[in-house]
Every structure is written in C-alpha cells, then in structure tokens.
C-alpha cells in the first residue's frame, strides 16, 4: 500500500472498512497508520464499544435466546405486530450498530456474511424468533474466524434450519409416528404444525442453497445428483418442536439431530464417499465444502466485490484466494490481505460501487451525526427499499448498480435526504439543507 | 380471409411475416397490461369452486362453501359447475358482462412449495431455472423497442423494482407515489440544486440515473397525476390506495404499458375461513379494488390485468382450518382484450388419482401460456420473441386478440 500518501490510503480505507466516514476519521487513521488502524479493526474484540452497547439495551428482547423468545411469544400470542416489532427493533439495532460501532469492520463484516446466509424474517413466527440469535451468536463472532466454523454455525442454526427447509428434511417415506410407536414412547398427537408435508421425505432446498450460495458458487462444479446426496447426508438435522421437548429433553426451537429421521444409506457427493454416519455425515460435507477450492474463490470474488468493485481484478482475487487455501478458510487473514493488496487500493480507490440503502443511511448519519438515530430510519431503509432482515430470496440482497440506481432508487434517496435535511423523520432531529445536498449527491452514492 | 390462416397459407413467406407484423402490432396497440402478484400461494380453490364435484365437501370440510342459490354467503355462479367466492362479489358482473376469465390449474411445471423458489421462477419466467437475471416483464417491455427513455413504461406500486420487471431501465418503482408529489417550495430548489450534480456528474451511469430521476419527477410534476380527485370507491385496507393510485398514473397519460402491484397475505395456513373469515377479507378488499380501478380507468386506457400467484394450496383442508403450499392455481384476466365471462384451462375432478402428489390441484395449464398470450394481445409482443427461453407457450384462449398464437 506505500506508493500512495497515507491520507489517500486512509480514505479509501475508510471508505470500505466502516459505514462511511465521521468528520475527522479519515485524518484519524491516517496519522494513526492504516496499517494499524486495520490491525486493530482486525481484532474487535479488543475495541471498546460499551457506549453502543449501553444503547441498545433498550431493547433487551434482541439480548434473549430463541427459547426464551419462544416462551416469550407463544404461538397463540405471537401476533404479526408483536413479530413485526421485534423485527423494527432488531433492524434498528443494526443500523445503530453500523453508526455508532468502534468495530466498524465487524460491522460491515456482519452484513455481508448475513446476507450470504440470508434467511428470511417473515418465513414463519420461528425464523423470526430465532433471528436475534442467528445474527448475534452465529455470524457476529465469526466474521473474523475460520469460514468452516461460521458456515457449521449457519448449518446447525434453527434459523437457517426453517428458513431452508432443512428442518423437515427427512429419509424417504420417515414416518415419525410410526417410528415413535414402535419405541414404545408416547403417542404423538395429530400435528398443526406449519408447512410440515404429510407425507415425510427429502427436501433439498437446504442442499442446494449450501452449494450454490453458501460455498461452491454456481458454477462451482457439482451436479444434481450432489444436491440429492448433500441433501440425504442432512436428513434428521432439525429443530426441536414442541411436542418434542419432553423426548429430545432440550429447549424448544434448538438445534437436533434425529437420528431416526436420517437416512442411513451411504452417500457419494462430489466424487468422494462419505466416511462417517449419521450426523457426522453432514459435518463432514460441510468439512469438504469449505475446503474445497471453488468455495475458496467463490467467496474472495464475491468479498471483493463487496468491497472494491463489481468486477474486482484477478490478481486481487487469486491473493485472496490462495490465503484461504494456506490458512484453511481463516476470515480474518483473507480479509486482511484484501485491504493490504496493492490491487486492492487500485480497484477500490475507483469508486465504482454504489452505496446499498443500509450503507446510505448509515453514513449520511456517521458523516452529519444527528443526536438520536431513532427507529423512523427503519421505515426509511423500506421506504429506500431494502427493508431489513426480510429480503425473501436466500440470495440476499443484491449489490450491483442497477439493483439501486433506477429512476425511482435515486427519487427515493433524493426524498430521504431531504426529510433527513428537514427533520421529517420522527424522532431524528434536522441535519440542514446543505447536509441534505451532501447527501443526495451522485457522490455521495459511492462507497 | 383472417390473418392466421393468411400466415398458414403463406408457409415461407411466415418468419419474414412475423418480423413484420410484430413491428406493426408494437406501433398499433397501446394497451396497459397491468400484473397483481398474490404473494404468499393464493388458494384457487377458494377463488373458483368447483361446487358440483363429488370431492369438494370431503376434502373442503369447514372450509366448504355453499352452492350458488343457497342464499348468504352462496357462491357466485359462473357456469359449468365453478362459482366465484362471494367475497369476490365485485367481480362477478365483469364475468357476467365477458369482460373477466378465469383460468384453473394454472402453475408451474417445477414441482417447489417453496414461496420463494416459486415466486422467482414466476416472476423470472424461468421454471427450475435461478441463474436468470431478468424477469419475463423486463424482456416484454424490451421486446416492444420504442421509447425505451421513459421512465414510465413500466411503473411498480413497489419500494424496489420487482424481479418480474428486472432487465430493464424504462421503470420506476415506488411504493407510494404520492411522496414525489409532496415537495415544498424549499425542497423543489434543493432537489434542482441535486439535479445541476448528477448532471456534472462524470459517471454515465450515476448520470444517467439522474437524468431518468428528474425526467420522471418533470412529467409527474407536469401532468400532476395524483391532483385528479373524485372516481368511484375502494375499499378500505392497504392495496386499495395502490389501485387507486396506479388508475390515477394511467389516466394521466404518462406512457405506462405495464404496471405492477402487489397483494400480500395469501399464505393462509391458519383459520382461513369460509363465506367470512380472513382469505374472505383478503378476497374482497382484491376484487373491490380491482373492480374500482377497472371502472375508475374506464375508457382513458386499453388496460387488461392479470392475477398472478406462485403456486396453489392443498386441495384438503388442514388441521388448522387452513391450507398448505400446494401447486396448481386461478389467475384472473379482466379487462381490454379479455374473452371474458369463461372458466379456462383444463379442469380434472378433485378426485384424489388426479390431485398432484396426491394432495394439490394439479397444473395442468403452464402459467407460461397465459403470460406469453396476454403479453401478446396487451403489448403487441410478437410470439417469435422469446419471452420464456427453452419454452413454446400454447395458447390458452383468454384474449381475444387475432395475433394470438401461430407459434
């Protein structure tokens, strides 16, 4: 990174490591070296943030495990307002995070990979509850850790476990109640359960989304008949509903493996036989996946991306690419040599991306600082279009030009700034009509 | 001699005949094809009901619903053995009157209960298929040519553009177009102030972009769409204002040929009552709406709208008094063009061999050939483009349009 002044470095730096620059970053990290700045960046955990996290315990719903929100909001009470709610809550969380985090690079982090295993808030009343989890416990700490423990975090989270399917991913022709007849346990009432088949079987739906999404790529180089096996090697990987708690003995709504669910037969995915059994079969998968070298390029192109421009360089990718595979899938140093590569401040320092809604938003507040960010800006994310933690498809959102430079996107950025500028937005005082302009900027657009 | 038997006759001349007729068509017809998407897997079902099959009752259980004639909360006769919901009561005259057709198991030939695999496949035009960019409405208003800078041919009642308009740059989408109106005097100078920056911007694309922006909010601000007052009722609830809205942009002329609404909260898996209930409630506030806006556009524009939903519900009522994801549907076609007032589409018995795995309404109508057919007769896309890759669309008889289909 030397052939550039350090304050050029740091821009750019700032640009794509945090939620856009407050006055003053800039020159911060450059008099404090970029280098370091990153290192610690690298390192959240030694960041203190106690101010943020002091703030956002007015909402201690978003601090509860799956079960005690289970408990919480029981299927008769978990009205679609009260599911709604948790949601606003949970999504201005995160825009208060990205604003006012120290851990900006976590920050960014955590969105990225969130939306790389995307689920879906409004799939049912269970995926909505185990969300606050799914993003705390899942993803945030392991944005910086080895890609095989983040994707197994995923992989075993209820969250994903609904949202894909794979929870009523079972052998072919399971019949639970047969199943549990003939153990002599006790008998299973007629279920009013969602969206459970009648007749019990095979979804691959988690399989295929694990290969095409999660690591492979598209065009990763497997087959159909890989889906078929992935998705047999992760039948009985399921969550505990409720007429299960007695049996299983665990709290409702966590991780469990059925093992009688499981299809016992053997399985070949991507040339290679499975050597273990029953759970240890989809552990194993997920083992050879995050290894395998299609998901190490995979994910270094789409990093890249993310963070430089919609067609990152080769080389960028390949350096990528090639830490991954030197350090089993260890996050933190491909993201850090990311940021290190000469290739890197070359194709960032282009400026080509343009700024997501969540992005938008968080830096127009980090760059004009209003007192309170308060939950209006969560209406204003939808309004802009890209309303948080419910963006249906497992790809997540988009992040090309196109997607949010139409006509109506930069009407819609135009209008936000303006309220922005006039204090429209409930409970998030007026920042002026000069910052208004800063911020509807075609400029201002870029990362 | 009619114009197909002319292009059958003809044999090697048809290629040359069809470049030239779609030219024509594009030129001639001026229709608006408006799409409502049913989020969520609407219950054909409940919409059209076979009342005289020997299954519905068993299968139906409370969720059953009586005959035509049967008084209050009677289905409404359509013929042949099928009745409209009665919540669906402000559509029956259009059905009466030949303006409105509905087609039964409709759906997709790719077997998914997933909503959103379902509705990407949809919406794409690409059964089975993930890797397509655009949406099947984005390569229609592509396929027209013509003036691809108006930021109004295709309008979305939605706060991003929709997959099914993916593709193309001549659309806007916004979920209430009522905030482009909203400007005070102080932000109009502020927003000609952003206007001069995206100008000078040395980027084409953020340029363009703003160029398409600011062209869209002169000729709203010019022709002032949402000032008309008056028009019929809608009915209460949150799709009525976007019906109401989108019938106030085409009245005002602005170049719309495509629109795009949607309709959430169709996935009634819980308590989805009969005559009354909540799917009852969803149903009126949507024929209301859209019997309101039909009326409301009246004779300003040649519009012709279509329901549309990803996949149906289970044909036997579940042990929540809903249903569950299923496959084969109903859309709905009303309007310009429509042979209306038939139930189309190939209708087998609810009995259980004919049930797609057992337990959904089958498809046996591709929903392919009502998009390519209406796409047709609306727009003027000619059946040689190719709107759905790899697929040969059928005709399915519900426009009246002569160029259906030659293919």
């Known amino acids: 990174m030397a052939t550039k002044p350090e304050s050029v470095l740091a821009s750019i730096l700032v640009s794509r490591a945090t939620f856009g620059a407050r006055p003053g970053d800039v020159e911060r990290v450059a008099a404090s070296g970029v280098k370091r700045w990153l290192d610690a960046q690298l390192h959240p955990e030694r960041i203190e943030d106690s101010a943020l996290e002091k703030e956002l315990e007015v909402y201690p719903d978003l601090a509860l495990s799956t079960s005690e929100l289970l408990r919480k909001f029981p299927r008769e009470e978990a009205s679609r307002d009260a599911l709604r709610k948790l949601v606003v809550e949970l999504s201005h969380a995160k825009l208060l995070r990205a604003v006012r985090s120290e851990r900006q690079l976590q920050e960014t982090l955590t969105d990225f990979w969130f939306n790389h295993f995307n689920v879906y808030a409004r799939k049912n009343r269970n995926v909505a509850l185990s969300l606050p989890s799914y993003e705390r416990d899942a ?114 709504g966590s991780f469990l493996f059925i093992a009688m669910a499981h299809d016992g037969g053997s399985k070949t995915v991507l040339g290679s036989r499975l050597a273990g059994k029953g759970i240890d079969e989809g552990l194993e998968v997920l083992e050879m996946l995050a290894r395998h070298p299609s998901t190490a390029r995979f994910l270094s192109t789409k990093l890249a991306r993310r963070f430089t421009t919609e067609e990152p360089p080769r080389e960028l990718v390949e350096e990528m690419a090639e830490t991954f595979r030197e350090t089993d899938g260890d996050l933190r140093a491909v993201t850090r040599t990311m940021f290190l590569s000469p290739a890197f401040v070359e194709a960032a320092g282009k400026a080509e991306m343009v700024k997501t809604p969540l992005e938008l938003v968080a830096s127009a507040l980090r760059a004009a600082s209003p007192a309170s960010p308060g939950p209006a800006l969560v209406r204003a994310l939808s309004d802009l279009g890209m309303p948080l933690y419910l963006c249906q498809p497992p790809t997540g959102y988009d992040d090309s030009a196109t997607t949010w430079l139409s006509a109506g996107g930069v009407l819609s950025r135009v209008r936000f700034a303006l309220d922005l500028g006039a204090g429209r937005l409930r409970g998030v005082e007026a920042v002026g009509s000069e910052m208004a302009m800063t911020i509807a900027s075609p400029a201002f657009q870029r990362r | 001699m009619d114009r197909r038997r002319f292009l059958e006759l003809s044999g090697g001349a048809l290629l040359l005949l069809r470049g030239a007729g779609a030219r024509a068509a594009s030129a001639s017809n001026a229709g608006v094809l408006v799409v409502v998407f049913q989020r969520g897997a609407a219950d054909g079902l409940h919409m059209v009901v076979p009342y005289r099959d020997a299954s519905y009752r068993g299968l139906r259980g409370a969720l059953a619903l009586d005959e035509p004639g049967k008084g209050e909360g009677a289905t409404l006769d359509l013929g042949d053995g099928f009745a409209f919901h009665p919540a669906l009561a402000a559509l029956h005259p259009l059905y009466r009157e030949d303006r409105l057709a509905a087609v039964v198991n409709v759906g997709s030939p790719d077997p998914t209960r997933s909503h959103f695999d379902a509705q990407d496949y949809v919406e794409s035009g690409t059964p089975g298929r993930k890797s397509t960019r655009d949406g099947w409405l984005g390569r229609s208003i592509s396929a027209l040519g013509g003036d691809s800078s108006n930021p109004f041919t295709a309008v979305s009642l939605t706060a991003s553009v929709p997959r099914s308009l993916a593709g193309t740059r001549a659309v806007i989408a916004l979920e209430d177009f009522g905030k482009l109106d909203s400007m005070s005097a102080g932000d109009r100078s502020l927003a000609e102030r952003i206007e001069t920056l995206y100008r000078q911007n040395p980027s084409p694309e953020l340029s363009r972009a703003g160029e398409e922006a600011y062209r869209a909010l002169r000729i709203f601000r010019e022709k002032d769409p949402l000032a008309s007052g008056g028009g019929p009722r809608y009915p209460r609830g949150r799709l009525a204002p976007r019906f109401r809205q989108l019938a106030q942009l085409v009245r005002a002329a602005l170049g719309i040929r495509v629109a795009f609404v949607e309709s959430e909260g169709w996935d009634t898996h819980f308590a989805q009552g009969g005559a009354e209930g909540s799917m009852a409630n969803s149903l009126r506030e949507l024929a209301g709406s859209i019997a309101a806006f039909l009326e409301d556009v009246g004779s300003a524009a040649a519009v012709t709208l279509l329901t549309v939903t990803e996949f149906g519900r289970t044909a036997r009522t579940n042990g929540a008094l809903g249903t569950d994801h299923g496959h084969g549907s109903v859309m709905l076609a009303a309007g310009a063009g429509v042979r209306g007032g038939r139930v189309l589409g190939e209708w087998l018995s609810l009995d259980s061999s004919n049930l797609f795995e057992g337990r959904d309404l089958p498809a046996t109508t591709d929903f392919r050939d009502v998009f390519q057919e209406v796409a047709a007769g609306t727009l003027g896309v000619a059946p040689s483009v190719e709107l759905f890759p790899g697929y040969r669309p059928s005709s399915v008889g519900v426009m009246a349009s002569r160029r259906a289909t030659f293919g």
């Open chain 1, 139 to 252: 993803i945030r700490p392991r944005v910086l850790g080895k890609f095989s423990d983040l994707l197994r975090a995923t992989a075993e989270h209820p969250a994903m476990l609904q949202y894909l399917d794979n929870w009523i991913n079972f052998k072919e022709g399971f019949d639970p109640r047969e199943e549990l007849r003939t153990r002599r346990r006790r008998r299973v009432r007629a279920n009013p359960e969602r969206e459970e088949p009648r007749r019990l079987g095979l979804n691959e739906n988690y399989a295929r989304e694990l290969l095409e999404l999660h690591t492979l790529g598209v065009d990763g180089g497997y087959r159909q008949e890989d889906v078929n096996e992935v998705a047999r090697a992760f039948t009985g990987w399921s969550v505990v509903r409720p007429r299960f708690v007695e049996i299983a003995k665990r709290d409702e």
